[in-house]
């Protein structure tokens, strides 16, 4: 089975930045991925990492340590619309999905 | 638009009645998934499909079916449905893109078996 544990709920200041961790434990890998998802709406794709080190896309960066079986996800210049549950996902060596329960990220004005 | 789409949007039904929530995507994607999700426990694999024709069952199977007649539909089956089926099911869909196999997420349908 699957093991993947991150932070069930984070709050930050608007403008600040927010790094939300995820350790894994899983049968193979086949890379990371974060999703965002907004309340009553479907998870959306943010990022992926399949090797060791930091993958920036904006304001959103995500790294990813294969040897200790960790990812962070790192929101930068927080706006309110970054409230959201982020989503850390395993691929397994079936190329299947595990998803973390998603970490409940609350941005205060 | 591109996309996925699920049908119903929100559904009521008694225990015991056979329901199908259907799924259908136009991005002509190969694989198929099914999930599941509840407070606390994330999104849970049911069913998925890697291609027309073939189906494989996910962590959560029990209770479920599917089909996959042609690439575009995906519909998911709960023969005799019971109060601990009340979830939100999202249906998903992922093909090669870049070199990262993404999967894309329909707007998901909120059940709930009383």
């Known amino acids: 089975g699957q093991n993947i544990d991150q932070p069930t709920e984070m709050t930050a200041t608007e403008g600040a930045i927010v790094q939300i961790n995820c350790t894994y434990q899983t049968s193979g890998f086949n890379g990371l991925f974060w999703y965002q998802q907004h309340a009553g709406e479907a998870p959306t794709f943010l990022s992926y990492?399949?090797?060791?080190g930091l993958e920036e896309k904006g304001r959103f960066s995500s790294f990813l340590s294969r040897s200790k079986g960790y990812s962070y996800l790192l929101l930068k210049e927080l706006q309110m619309k970054d409230s959201a549950s982020y989503l850390c996902?395993?691929?397994?060596?079936?190329?299947?999905?595990?998803f973390g329960a998603g970490t409940t990220v609350t941005v205060r004005a | 638009i591109a996309g996925i789409t699920q049908a119903p949007t929100s559904q009521i039904l008694a225990a015991g009645r056979r329901m199908t929530l259907r799924c259908t995507q136009d991005?002509?994607?190969?694989?198929m998934y099914w999930y599941r999700q509840d407070l606390g426990l994330g999104l849970r694999l049911i069913h998925y499909?890697?291609?027309?024709?073939?189906?494989g069952k996910g962590e959560v199977p029990d209770g479920y079916s599917v089909s996959r007649a042609n690439t575009d539909d995906f519909p998911l089956t709960l023969a005799s449905a019971v109060p601990s089926q009340t979830s939100v099911y999202f249906c998903?869909?992922?093909?090669?893109?870049?070199?990262?196999?993404?999967?894309?997420f329909g707007p998901g349908t909120r059940l709930t078996v009383l």
């Open positions: 991005m002509r994607h190969n694989a």
């Open positions: 996902a395993v691929r397994d060596g079936d190329y299947k999905l595990s």
């Open positions: 499909s890697n291609t027309a024709g073939t189906t």
């Open positions: 990492n399949v090797l060791d």
């Open positions: 998903a869909s992922s093909d090669v893109d870049g070199g990262v196999d993404t999967q894309y």
